[in-house]
Structures are given as structure tokens and as C-alpha cells.
């Protein structure tokens, strides 16, 4: 079945830091990948997307490419806030009816 | 303004007894998800309508049960809790053939005692 997995947090960084949080997936066809971002006490958001492969999706600093060779999908940004502090989760989808799976998501925490 | 809104936000309750989560989109989504979050922040699929009929059940003891009175509205009814399902169960919503893209509520915090 399809899965998700992404590197282990907490991330700790400081402000202005460089962040990337390592994604690879695990699927059959090809399916559309996803950063969602949970703030404290909130519910999820989407981040970015991609879907198809070589696509890059952006938003907000961040950025990740959807590279099919490595079934990778790495989230980066260039210079982390404090504002930027968040559980980051990374997920896959397949076309028409299908769930999203999750990865376990990354603590991030910015100091500072 | 609210695109998909959950009630109630918190939900303390004893073992034993039923209880109900609502779920409402204004996005005009025709397919509606329950997810299940645990303590250490796993996310994983519970139900999926589309339309009001039951489209994804995935291995849930059947004392859930969602009901979709229509497209706009995906409620979770819980009978006989026990304290594993306290956890954060979110509602999101999706058009289909949209890449899938879904939308979360802000979280229900089931707490069962």
C-alpha cells in the first residue's frame, strides 16, 4: 500500500536558519504529494503541493519538488521564523476517491 | 466565513457513553473525510462520504458510525467510548478530480475518562 515517511523531529533552529525536512513516499501510479502545517492548537492547512513529477510547489518561503527517482518530496525554506514553528506533515494522495496518507509529521521549533 | 467548522471543539465524557461530533463545509465539496489523530500527532483515515454514500471505511471498531444527512454535513457518532479514542478527530473536505486537495476543520479534543 501506498506510505509516507519523513524524518524524525523535533527540528530545532534558529531564526534565519535553513530548514529542510526529508519526505519519501512509497506508491503505486502516480499519486499527487502534499505539506500540510499544523500550528499550535489549530487545525491542518495546506502548505503546498504537487502533482506530477519535476513539479515544484511554493508558498510562503517554502518549497518542495516532486522528484519520481528518489520518490522524494523535501520541504525547504531558505530562512525560518519564529512564526514558523509548527508540526509539518508530509502526504500523498492517488486520484478521484482517495485518502490522504500521512506521514508521522515533523516538529519544527524556531528560537529566536 | 468558516470553509469547514466542527462541533464541539472540546469533549470531555466518561467511558461508557455516546456522543456525537459534527461537521459542516460551505465549499460546495462534494466528498467529506473523518480522520483520527492520535496523542503522538499520527493522522490516519477513518471514514470518507462522497455525495452521502460511504465511499472509504477503513478498519474502525463499529461503534463509529458516520452519518451524512447530505453533502454539505459528515457527523461522527460514537456509542460505548472507551479511554483509547481519546484523540483529535478532524473533518475535511474535497471536490474530486481536484488532485485531491482536502480541507481540515480546526479539530474536535475527544477526552475520555
Known amino acids: 500500500g501506498n506510505s509516507v515517511t519523513q524524518m524524525e523531529g523535533p527540528v530545532t533552529l534558529s531564526e534565519e536558519a535553513f530548514l529542510t525536512i526529508n519526505c519519501t513516499y512509497t506508491?503505486?501510479?502516480?499519486?499527487?504529494l502534499f505539506w500540510y502545517v499544523q500550528y499550535p492548537g489549530e487545525g491542518l492547512q495546506l502548505l503546498l503541493k504537487?502533482?506530477?513529477?519535476?513539479d515544484k510547489g511554493s508558498n510562503k518561503g517554502f518549497e518542495a519538488t516532486y522528484r519520481k527517482e528518489t520518490t522524494s518530496f523535501h520541504l525547504e525554506k531558505g530562512s525560518v521564523q519564529v512564526s514558523d514553528s509548527a508540526v509539518y506533515f508530509c502526504?500523498?494522495?492517488?486520484?478521484?476517491?482517495?485518502?490522504?496518507?500521512f506521514g508521522t509529521g515533523t516538529r519544527l521549533l524556531v528560537s529566536p | 466565513d468558516t470553509a469547514v467548522s466542527q462541533t464541539p471543539k472540546y469533549l470531555v465524557t466518561q467511558m461508557g457513553n455516546d456522543k456525537s461530533i459534527k461537521c459542516e463545509q460551505n465549499?460546495?465539496?462534494?466528498?467529506m473525510y473523518w480522520y483520527k489523530q492520535d496523542s503522538k500527532k499520527f493522522l490516519k483515515i477513518m471514514f470518507s462520504?462522497?455525495?452521502?454514500?460511504?465511499?472509504i471505511n477503513e478498519t474502525v471498531p463499529n461503534r463509529f458510525s458516520p452519518k451524512s444527512p447530505d453533502k454539505a454535513h459528515l457527523n461522527l457518532h460514537i456509542n460505548s467510548l472507551e479511554l483509547g479514542d481519546s484523540a483529535v478527530y478532524f473533518c475535511?473536505?474535497?471536490?474530486?478530480?481536484?488532485?485531491?486537495?482536502?480541507?481540515f476543520g480546526p479539530g474536535t479534543r475527544l477526552t475520555v475518562l
Open positions: 504537487a502533482t506530477k513529477a519535476d
Open positions: 462520504y462522497n455525495n452521502k454514500e460511504l465511499i
Open positions: 475535511a473536505s474535497s471536490s474530486p478530480g481536484g488532485y485531491n486537495e482536502q480541507f
Open positions: 502526504a500523498l494522495s492517488g486520484t478521484g476517491f482517495q485518502k490522504l496518507v
Open positions: 465549499l460546495g465539496h462534494d466528498t
Open positions: 506508491a503505486t501510479g502516480y499519486p499527487s
